[in-house]
């Protein structure tokens, strides 16, 4: 008998169970899609670094010296070393970045086509380069005067995300490039290069002692250690993993929360409709095991219906979409197919949420008597609410009065109406806010932190000599930069961050809130300290911290906090930089114009800020894609439980309406009382949502953030109008159908009394 009144129920009442359908589907396809693909670059890249054997560490010296490289191969914690020599080649239509290999099987690219790497005459291509100038194997390339036949492609986990430089955000595989030749090959080519050490070490290595080693061997020329994990190409890697996987929680784990607020509702508006159902099952001696096992079957078959099948179709479907998106930005073999249990625990764990929400509205009436159960609500009493005993009250109009006293009465259900559209406005804040938030923190970068119109690079950090060789190549005004890597102590943890050591000019502009920064006016050992960074070590103004500088620690004293998105860490001038007795070595140069730079046989490349800020744009294009597919979810899923929400006011009050009906009240007038009450409780939860979602927001951008790019909280004015549209214009569709359901009561139906 139960599992016929099932059926009949699930057909009676489709439309509502198909809302806890489509939240649970969205809920599972959303979080599933977007979490696969975080893991598929996560095995991806830990596959691709393991085949090729990634050394862990990357020892940048000023000369080789084969003493020396016997000490560092004994160091406890090195297992293995090898060496390369790593230069650059650049003439008007490619830059390539040239790497010397030697027999050990220590960061080895991987050989996509052609003949494996041998000690012999030839050059061996990075595929994309390969690829887009449409080379062919055996074709020739000429290199300062040095012909190189083209022996094979290859792929490096090191140029997973490769650009010229870090003032290029956006891959250019059709002009840069990179390539390796055998250690001959190379001497021949005749460029300057800088030599680096290859470390693969023990488990567990720390990164300060081993460079505390490596300084006190090499002395002078050791110049930087790098773990292979904090490369550029890497790094931007793993951050892009950490952003999506983010991205998945934080919205999945609110749309959750809002399928089981929706799943309450609706199970508490059908309850509502079965109470006379239950009364005559109970009375005729039907077990409250068996009635309870009967409404937890809605919620089990539902929330597990829609979200078993999310789980199945997010990878599937919404994963491939995504990659087709983002993946094109990065330089893999192939991409790992995925295989996590995490999504099938998430629907388990749904299941069960779900059908504890059902549970909720259906357990308090099982221990009331069928009697009880089968009194109709027209026979509560209901006391005069508080505010009709105040003196605005004689002064409302009737409608008013009429919402207001609904609403007292009926305080869950009117906290219900308002929490549905507070929850489609949070969302609809945090998607398109995310959205303003890059667009702002990439103006803030361009056109408020740097003024330059074009940045130089040079092959190599310059001496004060070559500065003023260089400076006589442009008239207009330009202004030197340094970018170092130092050690921050704080406390017992160390972390390295970025140093930008600025000479005088106007191009690099830091401010706070509300103040100009001035680099040149700080004083000895004074230091700006990007706001964000010091958020994130609980650093304040005017504070004391230190610093290891190669192996000299230094005591700074925090001038100001800098509010900016990037670059993030510690800015000094020049004067305080040479103060702490470093030497200046600018590798860049912020010009107004480029002038003759390009005659300097010193310079690399040049990039205008204009393109910075197009690639920039398209380098987030993948993010951007995500997020609108969040804006859909918002708005499915904040019209479903507005919906819901509604929807149970409604099955509550329809008895009120017919009254209204009988006492003479127009079609008209009723319909205005029903849109009133809607009207309010959506404007209530719309007041709510703009400080919530603001503290969403900025939690939200907080956590897609990375240590070299803070996204800076923003919500313009155009947006903020446009979700309130959206909320409001999904509250008319929701109306609208209400409207349909009071044009359709049966009188006589509605009246009729419980007995």
């Avoid at 408020?448 to 092959?459: C, G, L, R, V």
């Avoid at 719309?686 to 803070?710: I, R």
């Avoid at 919500?715 to 929701?734: D, E, P, Q, Y």
Wanted: aromatic letters at 10%; a neutral charge; hydrophobic letters at 45%.
């Amino acid at each position: 008998m139960l599992i016929r009144k099932t059926i009949r129920d699930f057909r009676q009442n489709g439309l509502s169970f198909f809302a806890v359908f489509l939240m649970s589907f969205i809920c599972l396809f959303v979080f599933t899609g977007i979490y696969n693909l975080s893991q598929q670059m996560e095995q991806t890249g830990k596959k691709f670094i393991a085949d090729s054997q990634l050394a862990d560490y990357l020892l940048t010296t000023r000369r080789l010296d084969e003493k020396k490289e016997k000490e560092t191969a004994s160091l406890p914690s090195v297992e293995e070393m090898s060496f390369r020599h790593v230069g650059q080649f650049e003439n008007n239509d490619l830059s390539l970045t040239l790497l010397s290999f030697d027999q050990s099987k220590i960061s080895q690219p991987q050989v996509i086509q052609g003949a494996s790497l041998q000690q012999q005459p030839g050059i061996w291509l990075d595929q994309d380069f390969f690829r887009e100038n449409k080379y062919q194997l055996n074709d020739e390339i000429t290199i300062n005067q040095t012909i190189c036949k083209i022996r094979g492609t290859i792929r490096q986990p090191e140029f997973i995300y490769f650009t010229e430089s870090a003032d290029q955000p956006l891959p250019n595989h059709k002009e840069v490039g990179y390539a390796y030749v055998s250690e001959e090959t190379f001497a021949q080519l005749g460029i300057y290069s800088s030599q680096q050490l290859l470390l693969d070490t023990k488990n567990q290595t720390n990164q300060a002692w081993l460079e505390k080693q490596l300084s006190s061997i090499w002395g002078s020329d050791f110049q930087q250690l790098t773990s292979q994990k904090d490369s550029s190409g890497i790094g931007v890697f793993t951050d892009r993993s950490e952003q999506i996987k983010r991205l998945a929680i934080l919205f999945s784990g609110l749309f959750l929360i809002l399928t089981l607020i929706t799943m309450e509702a609706t199970m508490r508006r059908f309850i509502k409709q079965q109470q006379l159902q239950i009364g005559s099952l109970l009375a005729q001696g039907l077990s409250k095991r068996s009635l309870l096992f009967h409404y937890s079957l809605f919620g089990l078959l539902i929330s597990f219906a829609g979200s078993f099948i999310g789980c199945l179709l997010g990878p599937r479907v919404l994963s491939p979409i995504l990659l087709s998106v983002i993946g094109n930005q990065f330089s893999v073999p192939a991409w790992e197919n995925s295989t996590s249990s995490l999504g099938y625990w998430v629907v388990a764990l749904v299941t069960l949420c779900s059908v504890l929400a059902t549970l909720i509205p259906v357990a308090p009436i099982m221990n009331k008597l069928p009697a009880v159960i089968l009194q109709k609500q027209t026979n509560e009493r209901f006391r005069r609410v508080w505010l009709e005993h105040s003196f605005i009250w004689k002064y409302l109009p009737f409608s008013l009065q009429w919402t207001l006293r609904d609403i007292q009465r009926n305080l869950r259900r009117g906290i219900l109406g308002i929490f549905g559209a507070m929850g489609c406005m949070i969302l609809l804040i945090a998607a398109f806010g995310i959205n303003d938030s890059i667009d702002h923190s990439l103006h803030q970068v361009f056109y408020e932190t740097y003024h330059y119109n074009e940045k130089a690079s040079f092959i190599q950090p310059l001496a004060e000599k070559q500065q003023d060789d260089v400076e006589k190549l442009f008239s207009h005004e330009g202004q030197w930069l340094e970018q170092q890597t130092v050690t921050l102590l704080n406390g017992s943890e160390e972390q390295l961050i970025t140093a930008t050591i600025a000479s005088p000019g106007n191009f690099l502009n830091l401010s706070t809130h509300s103040e100009t920064l001035s680099l040149q006016n700080l004083k000895d050992n004074e230091v700006i300290l990007s706001s964000a960074l010091a958020n994130n070590y609980q650093i304040k103004k005017n504070d004391s911290i230190y610093v290891r500088i190669g192996q000299t620690i230094i005591p700074l004293q925090v001038k100001d906090l800098a509010y900016l998105s990037a670059p993030q860490g510690l800015f000094f001038s020049q004067k305080v930089w040479e103060g702490l007795d470093q030497s200046f070595l600018p590798q860049s140069l912020l010009l107004e114009k480029q002038d003759q730079i390009k005659e300097s046989a010193l310079f690399s490349n040049s990039v205008s800020k204009k393109q910075q800020y197009t690639d920039s744009l398209q380098l987030i294009e993948g993010i951007r894609f995500i997020i609108s597919l969040l804006i859909l979810a918002a708005l499915a899923l904040g019209i479903t439980i507005m919906m819901n929400c509604h929807l149970l006011i409604f099955s509550e009050r329809f008895i009120e309406f017919a009254t209204l009906k009988v006492l003479g009240f127009t079609k008209s007038e009723v319909l205005r009382l029903s849109l009133l009450e809607t009207t309010l409780l959506t404007s209530i939860g719309w007041v709510f949502s703009l400080p919530l979602g603001w503290l969403f927001l900025k939690a939200y951008v907080s956590m897609v953030s990375t240590e070299n790019q803070q996204y800076l909280p923003q919500l313009s004015s155009k947006s903020l109008m446009l979700a309130s549209f959206i909320l409001f214009g999904c509250m008319l569709l929701v109306q609208a159908f209400l409207n349909r359901k009071i044009n359709q009561i049966d009188f006589a139906t509605a009246l009729k009394p419980a007995e």
